[in-house]
């Protein structure tokens, strides 16, 4: 990988590098989302959120150069033509670590990202029951059906008559 001009070797595993940086970065923000959601505090949870959706625009601009990349040089762009690219341009075996690396921690965000989503979702509904009950609306008990979708079931009375 030599020359005035950078290869799409070197460019891929340029874009690699920056993909983990910014995927840890990421993943920090997701864990302060976390932790402002635990401890109810909003001003830390805007600040989680938008460091958030900064490092995820980030990840996307570098995922599309890296798309055309791939297409550029003849491969599919995903797991499979990532995989038949690195074995065509890590002849040092430099980039299958970070790859590997990308896919790990981007692996841990989702599943972040997915808890965050549960508990504000379950916040919502907590604030929507206390509005139906103070005022004094048909708060029904929720279930669930078994695609987790949530479903009403019964009628109670408005507060002012229990």
Known sequence: MTGT????AERLDAL?????????????????????LAGRDPEA?????????QMAQS????????TALLRAGGFDPDGPGM??????????????PLWDRLQEVMARCRRLNQINGGVVT??????????????GEDS???LYDPRGRSISS?????????
Do not use: F, Y
């Not at 995989?83 to 299958?96: I, S, V």
């Open 5 to 8: 001009a950078p290869s799409a």
């Open 16 to 36: 690699l590098h920056q993909a983990v940086r910014e995927a840890c970065l990421l993943e920090s923000a997701l864990e302060r989302e976390s932790q402002a």
């Open 83 to 96: 995989d038949h690219c690195l074995r065509t341009w890590d002849e040092e075996g430099r980039m299958r």
């Open 59 to 66: 990840l996307e601009g570098l995922t599309r150069e890296q």
């Open 122 to 135: 379950m916040h919502q509904q907590q604030v929507q029951q206390a509005i139906h009950v103070l005022r």
């Open 140 to 142: 029904r008990t929720e």
């Open 154 to 162: 019964g009628a109670s009375r408005p507060i002012s008559k229990a």
């Open 45 to 53: 949870l805007n600040q989680a959120v938008s460091g958030k959706h």
